[in-house]
């Protein structure tokens, strides 16, 4: 195959060629990636990426900013033009990533110790949400919640009587592994009630918000997170916006706390990301994210397949496999095989670790970005149906091979 990896190649050249085959050859379903446009990566290989600029726009610690400040400050217009339309918000578009974001955003509202209430891994809470392998829950005292087993959906009842008694400094909505709408409102209404910061992770749904196909936590959140690479379709990179009275905080936060100096190619990456999301095409395609998800979500139930929740109302879901008797790793490697990329997942009742996981979660931003058809998704659903069933196969790997084709990655 043309893009497997020979160990005597040790030109990095040569290896990012056989990585833009590997791209172009098999189908990503990966929730978190998407192929950003050639746009955005011009910006990101500029020599802007020679540029230091410490601090903030017209506040640097170094000379020769002010053409990256109007960069800077385009961005940040384009990142509130979207999310935050009546002028609510301070927008800082540094944090070089969501994690980074999730941690100042930490930062700027608790001391370490504090008490912080987030959603469990199992659940589909992400890492930074209170995991105890993450900073989350070794600098801060994390306690999770989950969602109701019988369901799949968030118990907000339960989630209330948590902050009630565990008095949390912040508590932390948003997902890496969860696939139905977020109620922010009623969070936002808990944590008015017992005095907690409440901050929303948009990381993985930030493409359907702004199409306003999912629901925007601006207005009801303290503090707003996310990503660029996802949904977004933008450069790997994180935002935050927070209500104007926090500015100062969530800055000093992000520089000099956590980070020192910006990436000024990725902001310039990441307004390019933001002004190619307010099109009308934009919206159309997120669309047509959200309903590839349901036209995958409703052939795998054809098939017999368990959905954690049923179903989705966002880009990704979850298989439980147990039923399969096969595990997340087992599945993602045997698909691997045929060109299906994929990760491996837990779900809320696992009894796997998440190295290995029960279930496997699959997402369409990416397919969507190459202009999948309806049928083509359909003929994929049911060769990862074989592949699971009988094993990977010449036959099957052909088929992807033979779709990618048809759907190349859009320049
Ligand atoms: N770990 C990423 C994901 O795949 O969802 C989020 O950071």
């Known amino acids: 195959m043309q893009y497997e990896k020979n160990d005597h190649i040790c030109s990095i050249s040569d290896l990012i060629a056989l990585e833009e085959s590997r791209q172009n050859l098999q189908l990503s379903f990966i929730a978190s990636e998407n192929?950003?446009?050639?746009?955005?990566?011009?910006?990101?290989?500029?020599?802007?990426?020679?540029?230091y600029a410490e601090g903030y726009p017209k506040k640097r610690y170094y000379a020769g900013c002010n053409i990256v400040d109007s960069i800077e400050e385009c961005t940040i217009k384009s990142c509130k033009k979207?999310?935050?339309?009546?002028?609510?918000?301070?927008?800082n578009v540094q944090p070089h990533s969501g994690s980074g974001a999730n941690m100042a955003a930490y930062m700027a509202f608790a001391e370490p110790g504090s008490r912080i209430l987030g959603m469990h891994m199992f659940s589909g809470g992400h890492l930074t949400h209170g995991n105890k392998a993450s900073f989350s829950s070794s600098v801060y005292q994390a306690l999770t919640y989950k969602v109701d087993y019988a369901t799949g959906f968030m118990d907000y009842a339960e989630i209330e009587r948590l902050a009630?008694?565990?008095?949390?400094?912040?508590?932390?909505?948003?997902?890496?592994a969860y696939s139905r709408k977020i109620n922010f409102e009623r969070l936002a209404e808990i944590a008015l009630q017992t005095n907690a910061i409440f901050i929303a992770d948009i990381a993985h749904v930030a493409g359907l918000i702004v199409a306003g196909l999912y629901p925007n936590p601006v207005g009801y959140a303290d503090c707003v997170t996310g990503t660029t690479q996802k949904t977004l379709r933008g450069p790997r990179g994180g935002f935050i916006l927070c209500k104007k009275e926090f500015a100062q905080k969530i800055d000093r936060a992000v520089m000099p706390g956590i980070q020192g100096g910006p990436f000024m190619n990725v902001i310039a990456a990441k307004g390019i990301c933001f002004d190619s999301a307010a099109t009308q095409e934009f919206k159309?395609?997120?669309?047509?994210?959200?309903?590839?998800?349901?036209?995958?979500?409703?052939r795998f139930k054809e098939l017999g397949y368990t959905i954690v929740s049923g179903g989705t109302d966002t880009h990704l879901f979850?298989?439980?496999?147990?039923?399969?008797?096969i595990d997340g790793k087992a599945a993602e490697e045997k698909l691997e095989?045929?060109?299906?990329i994929?990760?491996?997942?837990?779900?809320?009742?696992?009894y796997e670790k998440p190295f290995t996981g029960s279930g496997i979660r699959?997402?369409?931003?990416?397919?969507?970005?190459?202009?999948?058809?309806?049928?083509?998704l359909l003929n994929i659903v049911d060769g990862i149906d074989a592949c699971l069933k009988n094993g990977p196969t010449e036959y099957l790997k052909n088929l992807i091979e033979k779709i990618a084709s048809q759907f190349p990655i859009p320049d």
Do not use: C, W
Not at 362 to 376: D, V, Y
């Open 35 to 51: 192929y950003a446009p050639q746009a955005v990566r011009s910006a990101l290989g500029s020599l802007l990426g020679n540029k």
């Open 82 to 91: 979207l999310f935050d339309p009546h002028d609510l918000m301070h927008a």
């Open 164 to 176: 009630q008694s565990y008095r949390p400094k912040i508590i932390m909505a948003g997902a890496s």
């Open 284 to 298: 159309e395609y997120q669309k047509q994210v959200l309903h590839n998800a349901q036209i995958m979500t409703q």
């Open 318 to 325: 979850i298989i439980d496999l147990r039923p399969q008797k």
């Open 337 to 340: 095989h045929i060109g299906i």
């Open 342 to 350: 994929t990760s491996r997942s837990t779900i809320p009742d696992d």
């Open 362 to 376: 699959l997402g369409t931003a990416a397919i969507t970005t190459r202009k999948i058809s309806p049928e083509a």
